[in-house]
């Protein structure tokens, strides 16, 4: 016969079983109680509020700049603003390529900036402005003096401007380094011809469109000229080298390579 249970020997684990959900009801609703308590106090607390904010990768603009026109201040909620807002706000510039906005442990808000490379200078009358990567001129107070960049000449248009700026983008850094200046000399024939002239005492002709392609037989060319005589190496058709002798019926001396590449 199946044993029955007395009611008297259930009661104890019952009571065990009922005390053991109040004590879990207990430490759920402390747990809440002290989690809203924390974020109370946290919210107070200038922990909540912005300490500082960095900026990284801007050289065009000071830190200041970003800060201010990313419309968010040291004691501002460092909850109060949404990231995607001051990307969108900054990209808007056209010399910036990307942003990216972080909060950061434990109150700092970090704004990363990459602008546009910087490819060339571009010289307007007496004026002379950078040519980021992607075509934009950006005016300039002043010259860098740090920026080792071509100073282009004649880009007149620019559709023909924008077209120069991808070839350099793709000319190997070392090349870029010796070259001085890019004078733009469209002919019926040829309304792409460019003349390069180089910090080695070289002139160089090309075509834009094939540009960067055909520069990179540049040093191959050059290693196999005359010590101490320079050319003109053209790069239209083929590619192939002329003294500056032969080219202009004499001798050309530092002087006469000079005012070439103002373009007098």
Same mark, same amino acid.
């Given at each position: ?23 879990? &009801?207990?430490?759920? %609703?402390?747990?809440?109680? !002290?989690?809203?308590?924390? #974020? *109370? @106090? ?102 860098? &003096?740090?920026?080792? %960049?071509?100073?282009?000449? !004649?880009?007149?248009?620019? #559709? *023909? @401007? ?103």
């Amino acid at each position: 016969m199946e044993k029955i249970i007395d009611i008297e020997e259930r009661i104890p684990t019952l009571r065990e079983r009922r005390k053991k959900r109040t004590n879990q &009801r207990f430490t759920i %609703l402390l747990a809440i109680f !002290g989690i809203i308590l924390l #974020a *109370l @106090l946290y919210f107070q607390s200038s922990l909540s509020h912005i300490g500082e904010i960095k900026v990284t990768g801007g050289q065009l603009k000071k830190a200041e700049y970003y800060t201010k026109h990313s419309n968010i201040r040291v004691g501002d909620s460092l909850w109060g603003f949404k990231p995607k807002n001051i990307e969108e706000t900054l990209q808007k510039k056209d010399w910036i390529e990307s942003v990216s906005v972080e909060r950061n442990w434990l109150n700092t808000v970090t704004i990363k900036v990459k602008e546009y490379d910087k490819k060339a200078f571009i010289k307007n009358g007496g004026q002379y402005n950078l040519v980021l990567q992607n075509g934009v001129i950006y005016s300039l107070d002043e010259i860098p &003096r740090d920026l080792n %960049l071509p100073i282009l000449v !004649g880009f007149k248009e620019d #559709a *023909l @401007l924008l077209k120069m700026i991808k070839q350099l983008d793709k000319v190997d850094q070392e090349l870029m380094t010796l070259i001085s200046q890019v004078n733009a000399v469209p002919t019926k024939s040829n309304p792409y011809a460019v003349r390069l002239f180089m910090n080695d005492g070289f002139e160089v002709r090309a075509t834009i469109t094939t540009l960067a392609e055909k520069l990179r037989y540049y040093p191959s060319i050059i290693s196999q000229v005359k010590k101490g005589e320079k050319g003109v190496i053209d790069l239209e058709v083929g590619s192939f080298y002329r003294s500056y002798s032969s080219e202009y019926g004499k001798p050309t001396s530092k002087e006469e390579v000079d005012d070439q590449t103002t373009g007098q």
